[in-house]
C-alpha cells in the first residue's frame, strides 16, 4: 500500500480534527473556551452548540461534544445581518474580473472542453482524460455573476462560496440518509467527506452531486438556475482534475480519492445522465481498468478475506518467490464493492459488468465457488468505519456493525448473482454450453444464499415493528431481502422469451417481494422505495395481479424525485407492461432499451 493512501485512512481523523478553516482561533483559545470557566463566549463553535448555548472546542471536522452526544456537527457558515454587505465587498475586491474569480475557486482546473471519443476496446489508465469526458462549459459561462455571498476557504484550497457549504450540508445529512442506512455521522459518505477535505477534486464532486440531488428533487427535470449551473460547474471541474492527476501522477495516485470520486460521478451518471449511458459506462471502464492496473496484485496474492492488521498496511514484504505482497486497502475493497453494486445494475441492461468481471473473473485466487470475490471483500474491509474514528468511534456504532454484518454478506452475494444473471442472458444465444453452465453456477449460488442466511429470510416474514432489534437492522433486512427474491424472478426472465405464468418459486419469491415492499414503505415511506427500486421494477413486470401492479406502479412514479433515471425507469415499465400484455410472453428489456425509442436507465 501507497505511503499516501495509508497516511488518509490510518490518520485521517486525527489530521481532519486538527484542520481549521483560515481565521478559526488558535489552540491556546481553544482550550482556554474549552475549560475556562469565566472564558469569552465562542465565535466560531459549531451551531449545534451554540442554539444548545454550550461551550464548543472547536474542533473541526466535529467537536468533541458532537462526537460524544452522537449529533450531527454543523459548521456550516451562517448569514448575519450587517455584516453580508462588508464581507462581500471584502471577499470580491480581490477578485477584479470574472476570470480571476474562476481561478479563485477552482484553483488549477481548467473547464473541461469537447467530449473526447473513446474506442469500444478499452481504455488505459493514464488515458482517463477520455474516460472522464467533459460537460459543456457553455454552462459556466455567467455562473457566477449573480453571487451574492462571500467565498469561504476550505481545507482543500478550494475557496467556497454559501451555496456550496449549503450542498456540503446536504451531501452529509439528506444525501449520506439516502445512500446508506448507517448514521450519517459515521456512515461511508462521511469518509468520503474527509477524504474531500485534502482534495479539491473529491471536494468538487462532492459538492456537484449534492447539488443536483437538492436541486433535483426540488424542481424534477425542469432543474435549473444557479444552483443547478454551481453543480454542473463543479462536476465539470471535478473531471478536469481527474484527468489532471493521471497526466501529472499516473504512477501511484491516491486510490482512496480516486474510487471514491469515481463512484461520485458514477452514481452522477446513474441518477443524472443524458440517457445514452455512455457517461455511466465510461466511468465504469476507468474505474476497472485503475484496478486492473494497482490492485491485481493485492488480490492475486490472495491478502482479501484475510484478517490484516490495518496499522501496518505500509510495510511491504517479499514471498517466497521474491514477489512484494501489497496489502488491500480497506477503503479500496469497500469502495469496490459499491462500485461492483451499480456495475451489476448497469449490466443487467447492457451498459456495464467490467468491474464485476475484475472481481469475479480476472482474480485466479478465489476458492472454488459459485459466490466468490464481492463477500469476501466485503468481510475484508470490515474494519473500516473503527479504523478511520479510532478510539472516538463509538461502542454503540461498534454493536450496531456487528449486528449488521450478514445481512450486507447477502446484498453483497445478491449483487454477484445479478451479475451472473446479466452474463447468462448476454451469452445465452452465442454459446450454449457457457449458457448451461452458468444458469447451473447461479442455481448452486441461489441454494448456497438460502442456506447460507435462512434466519434473515424468516426474520424478514415474521418481522413487526414493535420488535426491540436494531432499527438499522430492521430497515437492512426490509430493503436487502428482496433483492435476493428479485435475482429468482430475474433468472427466470433471462434468456428467450418465456411465458408469463409463473412457477411455484417465482410465485413465492414475488410474494415474498411485495410482502416486504410494504412492509418497508409503512414504516420508512418513499425512502425505503429508494432503496429497493430495482425489487419493484422486477415485481412490476412480473406480476399478473392488477392491484399489486398499480400500487407498484405508484411507488415508481413517486420516486421519479430522486432523480431522471427513476424517470426514465418509470416509461419503460410502462411499456414493458402493456407490451407484455399484448403478447402474453415476457418482454426483454434490453431489447426494448436498445431499440432506442426510450432512454437507457439503471436501477
Not at 68 to 80: E, T
Not at 355 to 361: A, G, K, L, Q, Y
Not at 465 to 482: A, C, G, K, Y
Amino acid at each position: 500500500m501507497s505511503t499516501s493512501t495509508c497516511h488518509i485512512v490510518a490518520s485521517i481523523s486525527s489530521e481532519a480534527s486538527s484542520t481549521r478553516v483560515s481565521g478559526s482561533p488558535s489552540q491556546d483559545n481553544v482550550e482556554h473556551i474549552a475549560h475556562g470557566r469565566n472564558a469569552p463566549r465562542s465565535k466560531f463553535g459549531c451551531w449545534t452548540c451554540r442554539q444548545n448555548k454550550v461551550r464548543c472546542d472547536e474542533q473541526r471536522p466535529q467537536c468533541q461534544r458532537c462526537i460524544r452526544l452522537s449529533r450531527f456537527c454543523d459548521y456550516m457558515p451562517r448569514q448575519r445581518k450587517n455584516a453580508v454587505t462588508r464581507s462581500n465587498k471584502k471577499a470580491l475586491s480581490s477578485l477584479q474580473s470574472q476570470d480571476e474569480m474562476h481561478e479563485h475557486l477552482f484553483p488549477s482546473v481548467a473547464y473541461a472542453a469537447s467530449p473526447e471519443h473513446i474506442s469500444s476496446g478499452g481504455i488505459k489508465a493514464n488515458e482517463l482524460v477520455g474516460v472522464v469526458y467533459s460537460v459543456s462549459n457553455t454552462y459556466a459561462q455567467g455562473l457566477y455573476t449573480s453571487l451574492s455571498m462571500p467565498a469561504i476557504p476550505a481545507t482543500c484550497s478550494l475557496l467556497l462560496s454559501q451555496g456550496d457549504h449549503a450542498a456540503i450540508n446536504h451531501f452529509r445529512t439528506t444525501f449520506a440518509t439516502n445512500q446508506h442506512t448507517k448514521n450519517p455521522q459515521y456512515s461511508m459518505i462521511s469518509v468520503i467527506f474527509q477524504l474531500a477535505q485534502r482534495s479539491a477534486m473529491l471536494m468538487h464532486m462532492a459538492i456537484a452531486i449534492a447539488g443536483r440531488d437538492s436541486t433535483f428533487y426540488r424542481m424534477g427535470e425542469r432543474e435549473t438556475g444557479g444552483e443547478f449551473d454551481n453543480a454542473i460547474c463543479h462536476y465539470n471541474a471535478a473531471l478536469r482534475a481527474m484527468s489532471e492527476t493521471f497526466r501529472c501522477n499516473a504512477v501511484a495516485p491516491n486510490l482512496d480519492v480516486l474510487l471514491a470520486t469515481l463512484w461520485l460521478m458514477v452514481v452522477y451518471e446513474q441518477r443524472f445522465g443524458d440517457g445514452s449511458g455512455n457517461g455511466l459506462t465510461q466511468h465504469l471502464r476507468g474505474a476497472a481498468s485503475i484496478l486492473r492496473q494497482h490492485c491485481s496484485i493485492m488480490l492475486r496474492d490472495g491478502l482479501v478475506g484475510q484478517e490484516k492488521s490495518t496499522n501496518t498496511q505500509n510495510e511491504e514484504s517479499p514471498d517466497e518467490h521474491g514477489r512484494e505482497k501489497r496489502i488491500l486497502p480497506i477503503f479500496v475493497a469497500r469502495m469496490i464493492v459499491w462500485l461492483s453494486a451499480i456495475d451489476a445494475g448497469a449490466a443487467a441492461y447492457g451498459n456495464g459488468g467490467c468491474i464485476n468481471s475484475f472481481v469475479i473473473h480476472d482474480v485466479e485466487t478465489w476458492p472454488n465457488s459459485p459466490l466468490r470475490g464481492l463477500v469476501n471483500m466485503h468481510q475484508f474491509s470490515r474494519p473500516l468505519y473503527r479504523t478511520v474514528w479510532g478510539n472516538s468511534y463509538p461502542m454503540q456504532e461498534r454493536l450496531d456493525d456487528i449486528q449488521n454484518h450478514d445481512v450486507y454478506d447477502l446484498l453483497s452475494d445478491c449483487v454477484q448473482i445479478r451479475f451472473m444473471i446479466a452474463q447468462l442472458a448476454k451469452f445465452c444465444n452465442d454459446n450454449f454450453m457457457y449458457t448451461e453452465e452458468t444458469r447451473r453456477n447461479i442455481e448452486s449460488a441461489l441454494s448456497l444464499v438460502k442456506e447460507r442466511y435462512a434466519e434473515i429470510f424468516d426474520l424478514a416474514t415474521m418481522l413487526k415493528f414493535d420488535h426491540t432489534m436494531s432499527q438499522r437492522l430492521l430497515s437492512n433486512i426490509l430493503h436487502i431481502v428482496p433483492y435476493y427474491h428479485s435475482v429468482i424472478l430475474e433468472l427466470y426472465r433471462a434468456g428467450d422469451s418465456r411465458p408469463k405464468a409463473l412457477d411455484k418459486r417465482q410465485h413465492g419469491a414475488l410474494r415474498a417481494v411485495m410482502v416486504v415492499a410494504h412492509r418497508a414503505y409503512n414504516r420508512e415511506g418513499d425512502i425505503a422505495m429508494l432503496r429497493i427500486a430495482w425489487p419493484l421494477f422486477i415485481a412490476a413486470i412480473s406480476t399478473d395481479d392488477v392491484v399489486h401492479r398499480e400500487w407498484l406502479l405508484l411507488r415508481f412514479q413517486e420516486l421519479g424525485r430522486f432523480g431522471i433515471n427513476y424517470v426514465r425507469a418509470y416509461k419503460v415499465l410502462r411499456a414493458v407492461i402493456e407490451e407484455q400484455e399484448k403478447s402474453e410472453t415476457f418482454v426483454d428489456v434490453i431489447r426494448l432499451l436498445g431499440s432506442g425509442e426510450y432512454a437507457k436507465f439503471v436501477i
